[in-house]
């Protein structure tokens, strides 16, 4: 029994370092991430490298955990492809339930825009 339950623990081990070298791999890009930090902070602030990581690393979990739930609820509906409204759902359902109606308007205010004839190309 002993060996099972090591070689279940390499598995697990195995699988979490999958999951984790997927995750850095995708990470948002320190470049992009600092120029959204810098635009909500006064302009004399610094911001240290290891707080644009630990930054980096908790979008890059929050993406894949509301992207995951977003993934269930296609699977569950048959579907492959995960639509902006699956991920205001997603984000609802996880308890980010304050996001909901920005992000419909939002939504909404960016298909009307989508929509209309781009004037510049007259």
């Known amino acids: 029994m002993i060996g099972q339950e090591a070689v279940g623990d390499d598995i697990t081990n195995a699988?979490?370092?999958?999951?984790?070298?997927?995750?850095?791999?995708?990470?948002i890009s320190i470049h992009s991430l600092t120029r959204i930090m810098r635009s909500v902070l006064?302009?004399?602030?610094?911001?240290?490298?290891?707080?644009?990581?630990?930054?980096?690393?908790?979008?890059t979990e929050f993406i894949s955990f509301i992207t995951s739930e977003a993934t269930q609820k296609c699977d569950r509906e048959y579907r492959r492809t995960i639509r902006a409204e699956d991920v205001i759902s997603a984000m609802e359902a996880l308890g980010f339930?304050?996001?909901?109606e920005p992000l419909d308007l939002f939504l909404k205010k960016y298909r009307m825009r989508d929509q209309q004839p781009d004037q510049h190309d007259n």
């Open 15 to 27: 699988i979490q370092q999958q999951i984790y070298n997927r995750l850095s791999s995708n990470d």
């Open 97 to 100: 339930h304050d996001y909901k």
């Open 42 to 59: 006064p302009p004399n602030a610094k911001i240290s490298n290891d707080a644009k990581e630990a930054v980096q690393h908790c979008v």
